[in-house]
């Protein structure tokens, strides 16, 4: 198996581990400055980061006005679009590679 067939997922496993990381960022966010909203988007899920994951898919948190949340977002939405990518690489690389 050629190696370039991992680089892809090793680039997808890390978007992944790295999601983890700006989740903690935004909702760390979202309770120091608006403790009000989080508890909000907090009541509405079923799950912890359900929640905070709706919150960044939609446009909700442009409203509140805070352009560091809104960079924490933006990044993370950035970091979603290139672990999806990634995944889509590794699988044209695992199709697409000659089997020897």
Same mark, same amino acid.
């Given at each position: $198996?050629?190696? @370039?067939? =991992? $680089? *892809?997922?090793?680039?997808?496993?890390?978007?992944?581990? =790295?999601?983890?990381?700006?989740?903690?960022? #935004?909702? &760390?966010?979202?309770?120091?400055?608006? *403790? &009000?909203?989080?508890?909000?988007?907090?009541?509405?899920? #079923?799950?912890?980061?359900?929640? =905070?994951?709706?919150?960044?898919?939609?446009? &909700? @948190? +442009?409203?509140? /006005? &805070?352009?560091? =949340? /809104?960079?924490?977002?933006? /990044?993370? +939405?950035?970091? @979603?679009?290139?672990?999806?990518?990634?995944?889509?690489? @590794?699988?044209?690389?695992?199709?697409?590679? *000659?089997?020897?």
């Amino acid at each position: $198996m050629p190696g @370039y067939i =991992l $680089m *892809p997922f090793a680039v997808f496993l890390v978007c992944c581990v =790295l999601q983890f990381w700006f989740v903690k960022k #935004i909702r &760390d966010r979202l309770i120091e400055k608006h *403790p &009000d909203t989080f508890l909000a988007i907090e009541k509405k899920a #079923i799950f912890p980061h359900q929640a =905070l994951w709706k919150f960044t898919r939609g446009h &909700d @948190y +442009k409203s509140l /006005n &805070d352009e560091e =949340l /809104n960079l924490r977002v933006r /990044n993370f +939405k950035r970091l @979603y679009v290139v672990a999806i990518f990634a995944w889509i690489a @590794y699988a044209v690389t695992i199709f697409t590679a *000659p089997i020897s």
